[in-house]
């Protein structure tokens, strides 16, 4: 049973440029989160995709949305890069069933803007 | 809003002692709590959590935790390190839909 695959692993761009992310989830699940972990923090909460919907945001900008295909699959997107952005970028598939249950992690897509 | 607070970013250890991580939490209802290990360069692998019930909990390699609400506490533990336990360590809290809030995270070393 495959668990959460992310793609690339690595990305270079410099500042300015758009980059699509992609993610498809452990087999089973319906629900994609994905995180921002910036060097020596803790992930922070980008948003969540359910059914095809971002259900919810956490405190990020308009320059990140992404997408949920009918196969659950995601794409997160970041338009206008700044250095800022610059980051490991995880991405986490659940159950929707509940607030307990357990998100698995992917081993993330590490972007480096200069 | 929910938040989790981890206490030292550095814990050191020799091999064979005994790790204790800790991990004080905010929340107005009762939470959902999860300890999470990363490897250099890797992913979050969970390694336990705590949800309903029995409050303390054991998890994989060894690892468990106990839920105090008295102390709004979730510390990990480990009676004995091993080499391979060092790591980074997060503990998080769920806000809701499956929405985890992360705390800043503790660096694990163990030395022979």
């Not at chain 1, 270079?12 to 995180?35: A, E, M």
């Not at chain 1, 923090?41 to 009918?70: A, K, M, V, W």
């Not at chain 2, 705590?50 to 979730?74: M, P």
């Amino acid at each position: 049973d495959a668990g959460v695959t992310q793609s690339p692993t690595h990305l270079i761009k410099t500042r300015g440029q758009q980059v699509t992310l992609r993610c498809s989830p452990k087999s089973g699940h319906d629900t994609v989160s994905w995180y921002q972990q910036a060097l020596g923090q803790g992930p922070q909460f980008i948003f969540q995709y359910y059914e095809e919907e971002e259900r919810q945001r956490g405190n990020f900008p308009d320059r990140f949305s992404g997408h949920q295909f009918p196969n659950y699959s995601s794409e997160l997107n970041v338009n206008a890069l700044l250095l800022g952005d610059s980051a490991l970028y995880l991405c986490a598939s659940s159950l929707v069933t509940g607030a307990e249950e357990t998100q698995y992690f992917g081993p993330g897509t590490r972007l480096l803007v200069l | 809003a929910q938040s989790v607070t981890q206490l030292g970013s550095h814990v050191s250890v020799s091999e064979g002692a005994l790790v204790l991580l800790r991990c004080n939490y905010s929340s107005s209802v009762p939470p959902y709590l999860f300890w999470y290990v990363q490897y250099p360069n890797q992913g979050l692998q969970l390694l336990l959590k705590y949800t309903t019930g029995a409050t303390l909990v054991k998890g994989i390699n060894g690892f468990e935790a106990e839920f105090k609400k008295s102390e709004t506490s979730f510390h990990l533990t480990k009676p004995s390190a091993h080499m391979s336990d060092a790591a980074e360590y997060f503990c998080a809290v769920n806000t809701g839909f499956q929405k985890l809030v992360f705390g800043t995270g503790t660096r694990l070393l163990v030395s022979p």
